[in-house]
């Protein structure tokens, strides 16, 4: 029988430097996407304050007379349903947005939806969920999105105070957290050149004849 050309070890090597290069070029091809954007002017790095922002179902205290607020801090707001949604009304490209938000009761889920040009409606396809990277910080990657809106869903019970600033848009972050894969990327990365080259030993062995 003739031997393979690359035993299985080397494929299952070969399959893992390829998706590290396959990495490194997507990073590249995005860091390329982003320089573009901002070179143009084109990617607003700003923090958008609560009152440049529209709302609905999700009010300040100060609006309502009958409301008590937690304490003597004007930027406390109240959800008044369980649908309550905090627009920005903009075009940019996006790749990540911060909400600052100290809620007082379990919020339930807090996402973003964004919409692209031409779009009118926010659906769960266009859904990100948030990260929550330090007490009252809710973060949001979209990967680097042309977007024409974006709505925050900053709790999904109703009825939660929310101690609420504003959001971020774009902040600056080191370049080589780029580099870095998500928690999904990570599990994508370990377990698909495995199969990948699982994949090809099989293939190679089928392929592979006796010698009459």
């Known amino acids: 029988m003739r031997k393979p050309l690359l035993k299985a070890r ?25 320089l573009n954007y901002k070179l143009q002017g084109k990617m607003p790095q700003t923090h958008v304050d609560a009152a440049e922002l529209v709302t609905e179902s ?12 937690p304490d003597d801090d004007p930027a406390w707001y109240l ?30 889920g807090v ?13 769960e396809a266009q859904k990100v969920y948030a990260k ?3 007490p009252g910080v809710y973060t949001f990657d979209l990967g680097g999105q042309w977007v024409t809106g974006l709505r925050i869903d ?3 019970v109703g009825g939660v105070p929310t101690l609420f600033t504003g959001i971020e ?14 928690a999904g990327w990570w599990l994508v990365l370990a377990f698909v050149p495995a199969v990948a080259a699982a994949m090809a030993s099989a293939v190679c062995s089928f392929f592979i004849k006796k010698e009459p």
Not at 81 to 106: C, F, K, M, N
Not at 169 to 182: D, K, S
Request: charged content about 10%; overall charge negative.
């Open 10 to 34: 080397q494929l299952l090597l070969l399959a893992y430097l390829l998706a590290a290069v396959l990495w490194v070029v997507r990073c590249l091809v995005g860091c390329g996407v982003m």
């Open 58 to 69: 999700f009010a300040p205290y100060s609006s309502n007379e009958w409301w008590t607020p």
């Open 79 to 108: 959800s008044t349903d369980s649908d309550p949604h905090i627009y920005w009304q903009g075009q940019g490209y996006i790749e990540t947005v911060v909400l600052d938000a100290v809620h007082r009761l379990p919020p339930g």
């Open 111 to 123: 996402a973003l939806y964004y919409v692209k040009p031409g779009q009118t409606d926010y659906t």
């Open 132 to 134: 929550v990277t330090a």
């Open 154 to 156: 900053p709790d999904s």
């Open 169 to 182: 848009l774009n902040p600056p972050r080191p370049w080589y957290t780029r580099f870095v894969p998500t």
